[in-house]
């Protein structure tokens, strides 16, 4: 499995920035993909999730961020609008399998570098 991040930049507050996470070996449609955040000195942070039927998101980014999934490119996206300077930070694409009944593998992105100036 492997995850390919891209996207991230620099961006003035208010604005906006599409992250994608194209996967190779593995079903986006089918497999749930989160988008996690991470700043330094601080664990990383579960910003969103699509599953097969939803999608969620912590609350700091509900309404300004939209994640989506294009099954023919097998690619997932986070579309960031409304950018603040607190959600500057490394974004990675992360997705898991159940490699038995109680256990999980997880697969990460390289991680894309996203910065919001104020």
């Known amino acids: 499995v492997q995850l390919q991040a891209s996207g991230g930049g620099l961006v003035q507050a208010g604005g906006s920035l599409r992250l994608s996470c194209a996967a190779s070996r593995i079903d986006v449609a089918r497999n749930a993909m989160n988008w996690y955040r991470q700043v330094p000195g601080k664990p990383r942070e579960l910003v969103a999730t699509?599953?097969?039927?939803?999608?969620n998101y912590t609350e700091s980014v509900r309404g300004r961020f939209t994640a989506s999934r294009d099954n023919a490119k097998n690619t997932v996206y986070l579309q960031m609008n409304s950018l603040k300077p607190e959600d500057t930070g490394v974004y990675y694409c992360?997705?898991?399998?159940?490699?038995?009944?109680?256990?999980?593998?997880?697969?990460w992105g390289q991680g894309t570098l996203v910065t919001v100036s104020s």
């Open positions: 992360h997705t898991y399998i159940f490699t038995s009944w109680t256990s999980t593998r997880d697969y």
């Open positions: 699509i599953s097969r039927t939803s999608t």
